[in-house]
Antibody
């Protein structure tokens, strides 16, 4: 059974940093790209970042480029999101998701339960 | 960046109704379009990928169509468990979600 478990969410002050982790199990972790998707309170979904299975290629939404860094440790079956220079608008539930390539693009076939990041003074 | 626009933002419907949600991309994305369902307090769940492929385990009352810039999600006969928010997502260039469509009880 595929499981994705996020951790690291917390209350942090504007300008601060936080690192989220997502521990994966139930599949061959290094064979799949992974993504982070966030959802601000009462708002829609926003794709944040993705990383290829071999960790060579990261991708970012413009809203986080230069502030967030995605990485992964395939020996630990874990993907990370390092978030720096946090702003109030980064307040959201952050979901980790497994990517599946279908031949016509990709989609998120499994999701974690989410971890809440609150940026406030 | 590719922008995704869904309509309507919300729809009120009754059990048994046919419901159609549209999604428009700001440029052609081929069939690189996914649909997700999200219920309150839960993670999203993929329904349709590659515009028209039904994800395993998803009821056949859900269907998707379209290519290029215009796409449609159809629920052929709305069931009580289908009241939720639906999102489209393009995977042609990085990823972008539409703003969501809330399907509410009439």
């Amino acid at each position: 059974e595929v499981q994705l478990v996020e951790s690291g969410g917390a209350l942090v002050q504007p300008g601060g940093s936080l690192r989220l982790s997502c521990a994966a199990s139930g599949f061959t972790f290094g064979s799949y790209a992974m993504s982070w998707v966030r959802q601000a309170p009462g708002k829609g979904l926003e794709w944040v970042s993705a990383i290829s299975g071999n960790a060579v290629t990261p991708y970012y939404a413009d809203s986080v480029k230069g502030r967030f860094t995605i990485s992964r440790d395939n020996s630990k079956d874990t993907v990370y999101l390092q978030m720096n220079s946090l702003r109030a608008e980064d307040t959201a539930v952050y979901y980790c998701a497994k990517d599946y390539y279908s031949g016509s693009g990709s989609f998120h076939d499994y999701w974690g339960q989410g971890t809440l990041v609150t940026v406030s003074s | 960046d590719i922008q995704m626009t869904q309509s309507p933002s919300s729809v009120s419907a009754s059990v048994g109704d046919r419901v159609t949600i549209t999604c428009r991309a700001s440029q052609s994305i081929g069939n690189y379009l996914n649909w997700y369902q999200q219920k309150p307090g839960k993670a999203p769940k993929v329904l349709i990928y590659a515009a028209s492929s039904l994800q395993s385990g998803v009821p056949s009352r859900f269907s998707g169509s379209g290519s290029g810039t215009d796409f449609t999600l159809t629920i052929s006969s709305l069931q009580p468990e289908d009241f939720a928010t639906y999102y489209c997502q393009q995977s042609y260039s990085t990823r972008t979600f539409g703003q969501g469509t809330k399907v509410e009880i009439k």
